[in-house]
């Protein structure tokens, strides 16, 4: 099946699984039904876990402070960051480890002798899988529009780490600089790296990475990278290969 028959295919019913924008509160999802089933928890090295999102068959995206052990001054291997999407507690479904990941703006592959995260507007990183889970969960195309479409955000909240809840109340409150945008759907722990979703006319698309919460400001909000910038390789030399080549 090409990927737009496999995509049409998965379209079929989705309007039945569009969450009820305007709710403040999050809700937890069905982790079987796409694109639920596409997003998953990010366990890193039985030491942290955040949340990540299939974008093909073999690559995951999710914010690059994930796999940086700041510790110890140092990224983690692959060997030790494990993808599992539509987990829901207990045995997850699927299982995938990762063989390589990019950082956004580091030119070596798994971190190689570059720093840790250093600006918000670079913490992303796109991960190789080792099985190519996304033909059995599917994968969330980029895209969207903020402007024009209701957008959520999903993932494994600190307080809620074994049910994938979404925020779909969300509204843009303004760029912050860059790749940057801010909501005002707030984050927490568990969250990071987790995607904003836009429910578009097509489908859902994934149209940014959460990457933090803003601390300073009087209302609860989270920063995000846009993933419209992540095609720019002048910026992201490596990642953005490892994206186009899919």
């Not at 592959?109 to 995260?117: D, L, M, V």
């Not at 507007?121 to 969207?144: F, Q, S």
């Not at 568990?190 to 489908?203: I, M």
Request: aromatic fraction near 8%; hydrophobic fraction near 40%; proline fraction near 9%.
């Amino acid at each position: 099946m090409n990927l737009c028959s496999y995509t049409q295919a998965l379209l079929v019913g989705f309007a039945l699984l569009l969450p009820a924008f305007g709710q403040a509160a999050p809700q937890h999802v069905d982790p079987t039904q796409y694109p639920y089933r596409a997003i998953g928890r990010l366990n890193v090295g039985n030491h942290s876990y955040c949340t990540a999102a299939l974008v093909s068959e073999r690559l995951v995206l999710t914010a690059a402070h994930c796999l940086w052990l700041a510790s110890e001054n140092r990224w983690w291997p692959p060997e030790v960051v494990h993808f599992l999407p539509g987990y829901q507690g207990g045995e997850a479904p699927l299982h995938g480890l990762a063989a390589r990941y990019a950082v956004s703006d580091c030119p070596a592959a798994n971190g190689g002798g570059c720093p840790g995260p250093r600006r918000l507007d670079n913490d992303w990183a796109v991960i190789e899988l080792a099985e190519p889970l996304g033909k059995t969960a599917g994968w969330i195309p980029l895209g969207g529009n903020l402007r024009a479409d209701p957008f959520g955000r999903i993932g494994y909240r600190f307080d809620s780490r074994h049910a994938m809840t979404l925020d779909s109340g969300c509204k843009l409150v303004g760029e912050i600089g860059g790749p940057l945008f801010r909501d005002d759907c707030g984050t927490v722990p568990g969250v990071s790296g987790g995607p904003v979703l836009a429910f578009t006319a097509e489908g859902p698309r994934l149209v940014g990475v959460t990457v933090a919460r803003i601390k300073d400001s009087p209302t609860p909000q989270a920063a995000s990278v846009s993933t419209a910038f992540f095609a720019d390789r002048s910026r992201f030399p490596l990642a953005a290969r490892m994206l186009a080549s899919e």
